[in-house]
Nanobody, 118 residues
């Protein structure tokens, strides 16, 4: 079955960096758009960034533009999220997700917690 496993979360201070990873299995990774989403306590899940199958096209939420960078390694079935200049408002559970032929995010990871203190 399809599995997406995130890692790399943690607790950091404002201004620090973290890199999240998401390893996929059970699907043809290179044919899926991959995305990162986040959900803060008491808030709805929100889109953060996505990357096309080849990695040539990315789309970022305004709140993270210039600070976060998504990348992927299709040979390793892995998508990354480099997060720089972290702010307290970036505190959330971060989820990776895969979007296939249905044009919906069909598969989701279990999430990894990111906590940024001021």
């Amino acid at each position: 079955q399809v599995q997406l496993v995130e890692s790399g979360g943690g607790s950091v201070q404002s201004g620090a960096s973290l890199r999240l990873s998401c390893v996929a299995s059970g699907l043809t990774f290179s044919t899926y758009v991959m995305g990162w989403f986040r959900q803060a306590p008491g808030k709805e899940r929100e889109f953060v960034v996505s990357i096309s199958q080849s990695g040539g096209f990315t789309s970022y939420a305004e709140s993270v533009k210039g600070r976060f960078t998504i990348s992927r390694d299709n040979a390793k079935n892995t998508v990354y999220l480099q997060m720089n200049s972290l702010k307290p408002e970036d505190t959330a559970v971060y989820y990776c997700a895969a979007k296939g032929p249905s044009y919906q995010y069909d598969y989701w990871g279990q999430g990894t917690q990111v906590t940024v203190s001021s």
